[in-house]
């Protein structure tokens, strides 16, 4: 029995060794006890052309800015990567690029608005909270604020811009009413009330789908299709040079102002050498505030508070009305506002038309008066 057992371990070993661990090949010659073999353990080692990689799922709803990437082009290189003879898209032959420090060469940057992760960061200005929201931060007292934190001093910004004391030159432009009082149009606040409504009709038929399309996408591409698309559909003279000064003046402060926002003046400096930009008012207040975070309800929202309030004040001036009288009739046409808001919101720049053209005379008239005290 023990020389058996040797015999068979023998041919155990001789297996083994003979076909380096693996299974032997089956064949009729070989004898039942050549079947019996040892197999060395065998490692199975996985590479990357094997591995299934896991692609990075795009952020839904996804950042307004970088629309999820994450990265915008470097403010510094203007996404060139380098930061000599950036207006061209290759260098001339013989020079050597000078490779930004900023971006380290690649041209790209974390996006402002986002902070690199690509997310939709939530409308964080001009809204009220409900009971559930206060609850859920009695109940998160001991948690981290740094984001609400964040989002409170962004309000601080979206406020600042439709403050009255922002430079932007909106209080010398009448909108066409000083015109419209020197020809009899306006004469007492019904007829106040009545020009103002016609306003806001002009602005939201026409302004709002620019503003509209600027703040859903704050690039330099769309601001610059829009601005071109404006420049070209306003034929009166005098309200397109306001536009135009108005635009710039509000280009200029928001990108002095907000300098947490480099890409504003990043677009600025673009804009100012290509000569084919008019810096029209409607885009670029789209633009600054799709940048800070404001959505484009609010957007349009914002443009047409801002529109009513430098024509009551320039009623005002004109003595047309008292500062109390002016600010009961502001806050009445509130609902007339919101009503032509709800009516022209979120639509194309195809669309934009004006429903009031009686208006949009009496404003180019504005030049050939004797006497002015604003500018349109």
């Known amino acids: 029995m023990a020389i058996l057992a040797l015999s068979l371990l023998t041919m155990v070993r001789f297996e083994s060794g003979s076909f380096n661990g693996l299974p032997p090949p089956r064949s009729p010659k070989l004898t039942p006890h050549s079947h019996i073999s040892l197999t060395k353990p065998s490692w199975v080692v996985r590479t990357e052309s094997n591995v299934k990689k896991k692609r990075r799922k795009k952020p839904d709803p996804h950042c307004v800015v970088c629309e999820g990437s994450g990265r915008v082009d470097c403010h510094q290189c203007r996404g060139k990567g380098r930061t000599n003879q950036v207006h061209l898209e290759m260098l001339p032959k013989g020079e050597w690029p000078k490779w930004c420090r900023t971006c380290g060469g690649s041209g790209l940057g974390y996006c402002s608005r986002c902070l690199g992760t690509g997310e939709y960061r939530y409308i964080m200005g001009f809204h009220f909270m409900n009971r559930d929201d206060d609850k859920s931060q009695e109940n998160n007292e001991g948690c981290d604020n740094g984001p609400r934190l964040a989002d409170s001093i962004a309000q601080w910004s979206q406020w600042q811009l439709l403050d009255s004391l922002l430079p932007t030159g909106g209080f010398a432009h009448s909108f066409g009413l000083e015109a419209a009082v020197q020809s009899n149009l306006v004469s007492n606040p019904d007829e106040l009330k009545t020009f103002i409504i016609h306003v806001l009709e002009n602005t939201g038929s026409l302004l709002l789908p620019f503003v509209h399309l600027a703040s859903v996408s704050p690039k330099l591409e769309t601001w610059h299709n829009l601005d071109k698309i404006l420049d070209a559909t306003l034929t009166n003279e005098v309200s397109r040079k306001a536009s135009i000064s108005q635009g710039s003046a509000l280009m200029r402060v928001g990108s002095a102002v907000f300098s947490e926002l480099p890409s504003l003046k990043t677009m600025r400096n673009a804009s100012l050498g290509s000569g084919t930009i008019s810096f029209h008012h409607a885009p670029i207040f789209g633009l600054i505030c ?71 005379t009496v404003q180019g008239c504005h030049g050939y008066l004797f006497s002015r005290l604003f500018s349109s």
């Open 290 to 360: 799709g940048t800070l975070g404001l959505d484009s309800t609010d957007s349009q929202r914002a443009y047409m508070y801002i529109t009513m309030r430098d024509v009551i004040s320039a009623a005002t001036r004109l003595n047309l009305i008292g500062p109390l009288g002016a600010a009961v009739l502001q806050h009445q046409l509130a609902p007339n506002a919101e009503a032509i808001l709800e009516k022209w919101k979120n639509r194309d720049v195809d669309d934009a038309c004006q429903v009031a053209p009686l208006l949009d």
